[in-house]
C-alpha cells in the first residue's frame, strides 16, 4: 500500500463514521424532532459527538492529504466539498451557539433542530457523491 491509499482507507473510514451517524441521527430521532421532543437527539448527540466529531476533522484532513499526494491540483469537485465544509461549520455553530442554548432553556426549537440535522446529513451525502466523482474521475 502507498501513502494514497493508506490516506483514502482512512478517509472512507472516517466518512463513514460521520455520514452514517447523521443517517441514523436523522432517520431515528427525525420524527421526535417533528414533534419537538429533544431529549433523545441531545443524549445521541453527546455520545456521538466523541467520535462524529474527530471523524469528520479527520476525514477533512485526510481527503486535503489525498489531493496533494494523489494530484497536486483540486479537481472541480473538492472545490465543492471545500466550499461544503464551511457551510457544514457554520451550521454547525449555529445550532451550538443559537440553538442548544435556547433547547436547554426550555425553548422548543425542535423544528430548527430537525432541519438542522436534515441539512447536516444532506452535505454529509453530497460529501460521499463528491468523493466518488472525485475517485472515479467523473466530471464535475
Do not use: C
Not at 50 to 72: E, N, R
Not at 87 to 98: N, P, S
Not at 103 to 111: A, D, I, S, Y
Amino acid at each position: 500500500m502507498d501513502v494514497y491509499q493508506i490516506l483514502q482507507a482512512l478517509h472512507v473510514l472516517l466518512a463513514t463514521v460521520w455520514v452514517g451517524g447523521h443517517i441514523i441521527l436523522l432517520m431515528a430521532y427525525g420524527a421526535e424532532l417533528k414533534r419537538g421532543t429533544t431529549n433523545p437527539l441531545l443524549d445521541f448527540e453527546r455520545r456521538y459527538e466523541k467520535i462524529g466529531l474527530p471523524s469528520l476533522i479527520f476525514a477533512a484532513a485526510t481527503g486535503v492529504a489525498m489531493l496533494y499526494v494523489g494530484w497536486g491540483k483540486w479537481p472541480m469537485a473538492a472545490h465543492i466539498k471545500m466550499g461544503l465544509f464551511v457551510i457544514l461549520i457554520l451550521i454547525d455553530l449555529h445550532a451550538r451557539l443559537r440553538l442548544i442554548p435556547r433547547l436547554k432553556r426550555g425553548e422548543n426549537v425542535g423544528g430548527l433542530l430537525l432541519l438542522h440535522v436534515a441539512a447536516v446529513t444532506a452535505i454529509s451525502i453530497a460529501f460521499v457523491v463528491l468523493g466518488a466523482a472525485i475517485r472515479f474521475g467523473m466530471p464535475l
